[in-house]
Each structure stands twice: as structure tokens, then as C-alpha cells.
């Protein structure tokens, strides 16, 4: 199984589009996948086709401890399935943020899950912030893909990103590992799109050898500013359901499999068990049954150094 966190604090770049397609690239590679929308905009549920319905558990219920994501998860597709979101989740901001193991809760929950209903890829569509559910996402994933949007100031942003992820994989998740950068809404033949992207490059090359980006790349699948991948969200429909000869349909299937074909340099792809610390027993937030690990984060506000770092 992998899990695959899509990041970045910025608002518009691209995420929730390459989430909600990437999901339906592997899917329809024949994987079973699941989405879980952590952002209280509920855009990925929508582009699924998905409405967080008041009579059917959310991404909130799971994180207030009233619901298991395996009675969460929807069928939006063969082989794939989201969990919604909805306005309620930015409660869950709040709620959390003096309970106890609060970063561990969607780690704890994803186990459960895979237990009874294993999947082969899990996304976590991240909301444009640093928050308690950015975190949990980053301390659930084994991996972060960057959709980022290549602009003057893209690389300042990357930079601090980077160093985003640096932090929690000291002190919550040190499988943490950053495969890549996925640029989106790509103008391609225009002459800054192409410096932005030697730039990026250059600096990835630099990483030093124990981050946990020292193994990221710029993704070889460009995503090409389309109308297309703007048009399939109000039809509650993927671009593999809506358009998918479309230029977004055909860079949307090259990332998927590029994603597929990459190795890990943690090598946590394919295995079960690795990033599972087993002696962390499930409570829900706020109960003090915690590991040294996590009595260590809970003491520091990750959160705020988070927001700090970026
Ligand atoms: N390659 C593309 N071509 C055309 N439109 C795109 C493309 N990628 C994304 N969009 C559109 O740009 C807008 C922002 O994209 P998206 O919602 O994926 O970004 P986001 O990073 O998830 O935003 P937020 O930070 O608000 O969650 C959406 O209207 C989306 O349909
Ligand atoms: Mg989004």
C-alpha cells in the first residue's frame, strides 16, 4: 500500500485536481484506490461525484471519533472510493487542538481501515493550510507529491514546503519521504514555465542526503492548463469519465503511471507493515494511551511550527 499526501499550503495550485485524477489514473490501472478529502471545502467529494450527505459518515465523524472510515468511504468508481468532506470538518481544527495524539488520528484510523479493506493507494487531499488535518495527512503518508503551479515565486514556496516536511519527519513520521513535483497548469512554450522548472530542478539536485526530499523529482508528466480538467468537476465526474482523450486526460494517465513506476527510496511502497508502529494502540483524541512517540509530539504544538517553518 501506498499513501500519498498531495500538499501544498498554497491556495489554487492544483491539488484537489490532481488528487481526484491521479486516484482515477490508478484506478483505472486496475488498483484499488481510496481518496480521502481533507479539505472542508469538500472539492474532491464533489468532483467524485460525491455529496456529504447529513445521514452519512464524513471525514468529520472519523475525526471526532463517531464514525470508522471504512463505514465512511463511498463507491465513486470501479476501484475507487472517496471519503467526503464537508464544512463540518473545519470544526475538527478546533476540536483537535487540545487533544492529546491529535496528529495520530487519520494514522490510527487508516489502519483500522486497511485491516479489514486493504487498498493499494491512499491520497489525502490536503486543505490549503498547515492546520491539525495538513499534519495528520503528513504524518499518515509515506509520501508527498508537490502539485505546484510554476510561477516566479514557486521555488520560495517549495523551499519552505520542503522544510515542512522536514519537520515532521523528525518528529512524527520519519518514513516521510517527498517523491515529487507535479506542475500543473503548465503553460507549456512559455519561457517561465521552463526557467521555473530548470530552477526546480537544480535545487532538488542540491537536497542534502538525509532529507526527505532527497530522492524528489519534477515529475516527467506535465499537467497542461486545460478547460477540460476545469469543466469535469460540475459534472461530478473524473477526466477519465468526462474528456479522456482530452490533453488533461493524457497527462493525467502519464502521471499515473509514472506515479506507479516509482521506487521509494524508503522503500515503503508494497509493504504492509513498515510505516505501522503496531505497539500504538487505537484511542480516540484526547485519551492518554499513547506511545513515547507520540506523547513527544503531542507535547509540541506541530502545528504552529509547521506554519512557522513555512
Ligand atoms: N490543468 C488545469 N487546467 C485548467 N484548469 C485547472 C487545471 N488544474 C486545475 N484547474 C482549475 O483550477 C482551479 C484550482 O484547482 P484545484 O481546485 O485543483 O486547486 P487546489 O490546490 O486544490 O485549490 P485549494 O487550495 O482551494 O484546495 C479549479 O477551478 C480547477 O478546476
Ligand atoms: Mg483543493
Given at each position: ?5 498531495l500538499?501544498n499550503q498554497k491556495?489554487?495550485?492544483g491539488?484537489?485536481t490532481t488528487?481526484?485524477?491521479l486516484?482515477?489514473g490508478?484506478a483505472?490501472?486496475g488498483h484499488?484506490?481510496?481518496?480521502i ?10 468532483h ?6 447529513k445521514?452519512?459518515?464524513t471525514v ?8 470508522k ?5 463511498r463507491?465513486?468508481?470501479a476501484?475507487l472510493w472517496?471519503v467526503p468532506?464537508d464544512l463540518?470538518l473545519a ?8 487533544a492529546k495524539?491529535?496528529?495520530f488520528v ?5 489502519r ?8 493499494d493507494?491512499?491520497l489525502f487531499d490536503?486543505?490549503p493550510?498547515l492546520g491539525v488535518?495538513t ?11 508537490i502539485?505546484?503551479q510554476p ?5 520560495q514556496?517549495?523551499s519552505?514546503l520542503?522544510?515542512?516536511?522536514q519537520l515532521?519527519s523528525?518528529r512524527?513520521?520519519?518514513?516521510l ?5 507535479v506542475?500543473?497548469l503548465y503553460?507549456?512554450g512559455?519561457?517561465?514555465a521552463a ?5 526546480m530542478?537544480?535545487?532538488?539536485k542540491?537536497?542534502p ?5 532527497a530522492?524528489a523529482k519534477i515529475f516527467?508528466a506535465?499537467i497542461r492548463r ?5 469543466e ?7 477526466i477519465f469519465?468526462y474528456?479522456p482523450?482530452?490533453?488533461g486526460?493524457?497527462?493525467?494517465e ?15 511502497a ?13 484511542s480516540p483524541p484526547g485519551?492518554s494511551?499513547?506511545s513515547e512517540a507520540?506523547n513527544?509530539a503531542?507535547?509540541?504544538n506541530?502545528?504552529?511550527d ?5
Amino acid at each position: 500500500m501506498r499513501t500519498i499526501a498531495l500538499m501544498n499550503q498554497k491556495g489554487g495550485v492544483g491539488k484537489t485536481t490532481t488528487s481526484v485524477n491521479l486516484a482515477a489514473g490508478l484506478a483505472r490501472m486496475g488498483h484499488r484506490v481510496c481518496v480521502i478529502d481533507l479539505d472542508p471545502q469538500g472539492h474532491s467529494s464533489m468532483h467524485l461525484g460525491i455529496e456529504a450527505a447529513k445521514q452519512k459518515a464524513t471525514v468529520y465523524d472519523v475525526f471526532s471519533g463517531q464514525a470508522k472510515l471504512v463505514d465512511a468511504r463511498r463507491m465513486a468508481a470501479a476501484n475507487l472510493w472517496v471519503v467526503p468532506a464537508d464544512l463540518d470538518l473545519a470544526a475538527a481544527e478546533m476540536e483537535l487542538v487540545d487533544a492529546k495524539n491529535r496528529e495520530f488520528v487519520l494514522k490510527r484510523a487508516i489502519r483500522e481501515m486497511v485491516a479489514v479493506d486493504p487498498f493499494d493507494y491512499i491520497l489525502f487531499d490536503c486543505p490549503p493550510s498547515l492546520g491539525v488535518l495538513t499534519i495528520n495527512a503528513l504524518t499518515a503518508a509515506d509520501e508527498v507529491i508537490i502539485p505546484l503551479q510554476p510561477h516566479f515565486f514557486a521555488l520560495q514556496g517549495l523551499s519552505k514546503l520542503l522544510q515542512t516536511t522536514q519537520l515532521i519527519s523528525h518528529r512524527l513520521n520519519p518514513q516521510l519521504e517527498v517523491s515529487g513535483v507535479v506542475l500543473c497548469l503548465y503553460e507549456s512554450g512559455t519561457r517561465l514555465a521552463a526557467d521555473v522548472t530548470d530552477d526546480m530542478t537544480e535545487f532538488l539536485k542540491k537536497a542534502p542526503a538525509n532529507a526527505p526530499w532527497a530522492g524528489a523529482k519534477i515529475f516527467d508528466a506535465r499537467i497542461r492548463r486545460n478547460i477540460k480538467l476545469a469543466e469535469a468537476p460540475s459534472f461530478g465526474q473524473s477526466i477519465f469519465a468526462y474528456a479522456p482523450s482530452c490533453p488533461g486526460g493524457k497527462d493525467y494517465e502519464a502521471l499515473a503511471g509514472e506515479v506507479h513506476a516509482l521506487k521509494l527510496t524508503n522503500a515503503t511502497a508494497d509493504s504492509e507493515t513498515t510505516d505501522e508502529p503496531t505497539t500504538i494502540p487505537f484511542s480516540p483524541p484526547g485519551e492518554s494511551n499513547s506511545s513515547e512517540a507520540e506523547n513527544v509530539a503531542a507535547e509540541g504544538n506541530l502545528a504552529d511550527d509547521a506554519r512557522s517553518a513555512a
